[in-house]
């Protein structure tokens, strides 16, 4: 299957565990996910600049693997928004920690029998967008799996995930969650 045969056919594997929690006057999102892959490519697929682009909603203008400041850049379609992404801890191939924009998004990356567990907890101000937030790294991770299977489909975020399952996995992530689901093509 070519690339865009399998971007054009792709659709969202079942939901993952997710969980919502304060803390303190902010929320976080915890995203698990296991992988059939080695912590040092989940690692290269986390910061370097020339894989994140295939699958995460945003690129860097820096590899992520050491502390410091970097510029994210957002990307949907033609539009490019960028955000300072500031890396306060590069512990590799097992933890990294970074702001993106006021967000803070802390990967973790622990060794299981047949692969690896990536644990992604994401620091949000409205617990109200967790279920969309969760939806949006659920497809992005599921493109990055693909990616690491040798099987690339492209990064699919921003308008082009509403075409490849977002709603409804917004929908059964805000179920999962206990919040009302947020639509943001809606007015």
Do not use: K
Not at 116 to 137: E, F, K, P, S, Y
Request: aromatic residues 6%; negative net charge; contains cysteine.
């Amino acid at each position: 299957m070519t690339e865009p045969d399998a971007r054009r056919d792709f659709r969202p594997g079942p939901l993952r565990h997710a969980e919502v929690s304060r803390g303190g006057t902010r929320w976080a999102l915890t995203f698990v996910r296991d992988f059939a892959h080695s912590a040092t490519a989940l690692w290269t697929a986390l910061t370097d600049p020339g894989e994140l682009p295939q699958w995460a909603p945003y690129t860097a203008d820096r590899d992520l693997g050491s502390v410091g400041p970097a510029t994210l850049i957002m990307i949907d379609g033609d539009q490019r928004t960028e955000l300072d992404g500031t890396v306060t801890r590069a512990d590799a191939p097992r933890v990294l920690e970074h702001a993106w924009g006021d967000d803070v998004l802390l990967w973790t990356i622990e060794g299981t029998d047949s692969g690896t567990r990536l644990t992604l907890r994401h620091t949000l101000d409205d617990q109200r967008t967790a279920a969309m937030t969760a939806a949006g790294w659920h497809l992005c991770l599921d493109v990055a799996e693909a990616l690491l299977d040798g099987s690339p489909v492209g990064p699919i975020v921003g308008a082009e995930a509403m075409n490849h399952g977002w709603r409804e996995l917004n929908e059964q992530y805000s179920a999962r969650l206990g919040v009302e689901p947020i639509d943001p093509t809606l007015p």
